[in-house]
Every structure is written in structure tokens, then in C-alpha cells.
């Protein structure tokens, strides 16, 4: 099954400058933490080398046409065909978890049968975003209580798709 993981802003901006434009919120990381540790995630390069790291407990697959691009460790996987590894994935019995960036999210989209979103409720400028879905495909299975923090007042939700893809 894959599923994806996105916080966003108002207008669902995702980056700035290759970082998240809004501060670390540790209940979202928790949150992160939480719905991918000993999974696999699935991501571009650029997000995967915008992280400190490998993420422990975790198995990365990550995407990029860099034919010089290559990561050598025994929880990653390099692929160059993104939508052969979409097909993988959305076979797999165990959840796969989409993590970035904005290309892959788009990408996948259409094979995602979950979605963990943080909606941020404030405006960033920025330069990613996370594309537009439609909500008459998706049904809220689950949405949590307002979070405040670091001034911030952010929600999370989890759709699950209506039918599946």
C-alpha cells in the first residue's frame, strides 16, 4: 500500500529554499515519527539530502535520474524509473510511505490510497507545493485536535481515498 506524509501551509506550500519555511514543531515531528518509523519511505534525492541523514528504523527508497547520483547502505535503495517504483510499491503489502519532495508527491498522487497531512494554518512564502487533490476522492478518516505551538496553530488529518485506484 503506499500512503504519503506532507505538512503544509494555507495554500499548501511545502518549501522555501530547499527547507520547510515555517520553525520545527516537535508535536508534528512526533507525528512523523509516529506514522513512518519501520517503514519505507519513498523520496526524491533532493529531499533525501536535505535530511541530517539515513532516518533510523527506516528503510529509504530514493528516486533521482542522476546517473551520478548513488548511496551506498544497507537501508537505502537507489531507483532512476519513478513510475516502474510508483507500480512497485502500490503492489506491496506493507505501507509505503511517500516523502517528498513536490515531484514525487505529484507523481504518486495518483497511486496514494492514504495521506498524513499537517495543515499549517498560516501563509509562507515559498517555492514548493503540494499539488492540488480532489477532496470529493478522499474521506477524512481521521482529524485531530488544533495544536498551538511556537505561535503556530497547526491539525492533522488522514484521508483515505474513496475508491481505490
Not at 533510523?56 to 551520478?68: A, E, G, L
Request: charged share 30%.
Amino acid at each position: 500500500m503506499l500512503s504519503l506524509i506532507v505538512a503544509y501551509g494555507n495554500n499548501k506550500e511545502i518549501g522555501k529554499d530547499g527547507r520547510m519555511p515555517w520553525p520545527s514543531l516537535s508535536r508534528d515531528f512526533q507525528h512523523l515519527q509516529e506514522k513512518t518509523m519501520g517503514k519505507t519511505l519513498l523520496m526524491g534525492q533532493k529531499t533525501f539530502e536535505s535530511l541530517p541523514g539515513v532516518l533510523p528504523k527506516r528503510f529509504h527508497i530514493i528516486v533521482s535520474d542522476d546517473p551520478n547520483f548513488n548511496k551506498v547502505h544497507k537501508r537505502v535503495r537507489v531507483e532512476r524509473d519513478l513510475f516502474r517504483t510508483l507500480e512497485e510499491c502500490r503492489k506491496a503489502e506493507e505501507e509505503i510511505v511517500v516523502f517528498g519532495g513536490a515531484s514525487i508527491y505529484r507523481a504518486s498522487l495518483p497511486y496514494v490510497e492514504k495521506m498524513y497531512i499537517t495543515k499549517i494554518a498560516q501563509d509562507y512564502e515559498a517555492d514548493t507545493y503540494f499539488p492540488d487533490f480532489d477532496e470529493e476522492e478522499w474521506s477524512i478518516e481521521a482529524e485531530g485536535d488544533p495544536i498551538t505551538e511556537e505561535g503556530l496553530t497547526y491539525q492533522f488529518f488522514t484521508y483515505t481515498r474513496k475508491q481505490q485506484v
